[in-house]
């Protein structure tokens, strides 16, 4: 039986958030967009930590037996969209965000509650 994408939705989500990505918005798409379930969406603060991010999910992805039917934007990393058929991930640069709002493509889609772990914080360990 295939793993539910709302799995891989909380997966990728918390990758991006443990990465340092920003602003993260998940919107269940079924029923509006014939493409795809769900899209993710976030924010990377230049085009180094986007690349690196979408590196770090294709990981993480790839650990769990899933691979991307399709990645674009990783040569130059303002916008990288990694596409598992059911679950679609799109990360920009602020900027490319700001001027493409693609949130605002599915404005009757239902936003996901992302329920995002902090990591624990290691205790210092003072030297005696």
Same mark, same amino acid.
């Given at each position: 039986m295939a793993e539910d994408p709302l799995n891989w939705i909380q997966r990728i989500a918390q990758t991006i958030y443990d990465k340092k990505g920003k602003n993260l918005i998940a919107i269940d798409v079924?029923?509006?967009s014939s493409i795809t379930?769900?899209?993710l969406i976030a924010d990377g603060n230049v085009e180094r930590h986007v690349i690196?991010?979408?590196k770090e999910i294709e990981d993480v992805m790839r650990d769990q037996g899933q691979k991307p039917a399709q990645v674009e934007g990783l040569q130059n990393g303002?916008?990288?969209? &990694?596409?598992y058929f059911q679950v679609v991930v799109h990360l920009f640069i602020p900027e490319m965000r700001q001027k493409y709002q693609l949130q605002r493509l599915?404005?009757?889609g239902t936003i996901l509650d992302l329920d995002l &772990?902090?990591?624990?914080l290691t205790p210092k360990v003072k030297n005696e």
């Open positions: 079924r029923g509006i379930d769900y899209v690196a991010l979408a303002d916008w990288v969209v &990694l596409d599915w404005p009757d &772990l902090e990591q624990p």
